[in-house]
């Protein structure tokens, strides 16, 4: 092989292998750029990580959760406004009943009531439902409802009628208004059973007397153990010889059998507190005296059902004003902080698109300007070497060609 032809080999190896390295040289670099843009845009991720956009959906989640709450307190006193007048409705029949002398229409009447509040072991989220113990108890249990930097108190009330004897012996009788008896020591039909009031007479000297109390025709006559009796219009009742005593009355009771036979114990009572027909007497007794008292007895506490029952009731609508402006104040919370999401979500996005276009713009620009320059310097490469490998030395005929005539 002539040195040329060496000279020429050498000379395009030399070409392609500087090439070769050159672009080996530009892939390294494209990857670092790649790995820098990689890094960039991971930061910009890191910058508008979306974090407090996540919070304020935080929040109006958290008040959208205490407004469906509130929906359900407000649910179960709106239940109990409208029960207000059904309950307002059986009172007055139950009045009408009295003065028609009907026990059974009066029994009707109360247990009714009970039917429209129900019972808080079926309905936990009731306000007016029965929560008796079973033992003369009835809890009053509060709930603070909070919401939107507000709080409520809500009040249990029960708005039917029940009922407890504890007995001296021991023993707990309590209504079966289906059975229309008493139960808990065997079961007495209400028509085998009457209720007397126990009290108490004291003397000038001090000494007390024990006897049971009749109220009829706005005069109550007491009644003591002999049978002897003492009567008066208020608390101070003179016996037949004139002489005066204090009277006081208590929740003690007395429940007199078909049979003849006695029992003393305790009345408690809870909700509106009304009894059966059987706890106020007959109301349609032959006896006057017998049939005043019992009407007088269930007219009081008709009467003192529908005070408390108002009670109730101006509760109930105190509670809804203070929820619904519970709510009022969560729904203008809660826009508040949705038109701050969207305005902090719209920003964020419209930085870090921004941010993001830069970057890939620069890489893009730096990938080009990059491409331009090693096409800039390839091409140089490839003139040098071509040039050094296209080059002839002159052969012995040249040259003497070139001294003959003296070039």
């Known amino acids: ?47 508008y990580d979306g974090k407090k956009a996540a919070g304020l959906e935080e929040q109006i989640n958290a008040l959208a959760d205490q407004k469906q709450s509130i929906a359900d307190y407000l649910s179960s006193v709106e239940t109990g406004q409208k029960r207000m007048d059904s309950i307002r409705t059986a009172l007055l029949s139950a009045r009408d009943a009295v003065t028609k002398g009907s026990a059974s229409a009066f029994d009707l009447y109360v247990n009714s009531i009970n039917s429209w509040v129900g019972n808080q072991g079926d309905d936990s989220k009731s306000l007016i439902a029965n929560n008796g113990s079973g033992n003369g108890q009835w809890r009053s249990d509060a709930t603070f409802v909070s919401g939107g930097g507000q709080t409520v108190q809500l009040t249990h009330q029960f708005a039917g009628n029940d009922y407890d004897l504890i007995m001296d012996d021991g023993s707990v009788l309590q209504p079966d208004s289906k059975g229309a008896a008493l139960i808990g020591k065997g079961e007495t039909k209400f028509s085998d059973l009457s209720l007397s009031h126990l009290a108490t007479l004291k003397a000038g000297d001090g000494s007390t007397i024990s006897g049971t109390i009749l109220q009829a025709n706005g005069q109550t006559t007491f009644t003591d153990g002999n049978g002897k009796t003492y009567t008066g219009t208020g608390s101070t009742l003179t016996d037949t010889d004139g002489n005066s005593y204090a009277l006081t009355t208590s929740d003690r009771v007395r429940i007199t059998y078909a049979d003849g036979h006695t029992a003393d114990g305790t009345l408690k009572t809870g909700g509106l507190g009304m009894l059966h027909s059987w706890g106020y007497g007959d109301f349609n007794s032959s006896d006057p005296t017998a049939k005043a008292a019992a009407q007088e007895a269930a007219y009081a506490a008709i009467d003192a059902a529908i005070r408390k029952l108002g009670a109730i009731e101006s509760n109930l609508y105190t509670e809804q004003a203070g929820l619904q402006g519970i709510a009022t104040n969560i729904d203008g919370k809660s826009a508040m902080l949705s038109d701050e999401y969207d305005k902090v979500a719209n920003e964020e996005l419209t930085a870090k698109q921004a941010e993001r276009r830069a970057i890939e713009t620069r890489f893009q620009m730096a990938t080009n300007s990059m491409a331009l320059a090693n096409q800039t310097a390839s091409a140089l490469i490839t003139q040098m070497f071509n040039t050094s490998a296209t080059y002839e030395a002159p052969d012995l005929t040249d040259i003497m060609l070139s001294q003959v005539s003296g070039q």
């Open 1 to 47: 092989m002539s040195t040329s032809s060496s000279n020429i080999l050498s000379s395009v190896y030399s070409a392609s292998y500087f090439d070769s390295t050159l672009e080996n040289s530009r892939l390294v670099v494209k990857q670092a750029m790649a790995k820098r843009m990689e890094k960039e845009l991971a930061d910009l991720n890191g910058k």
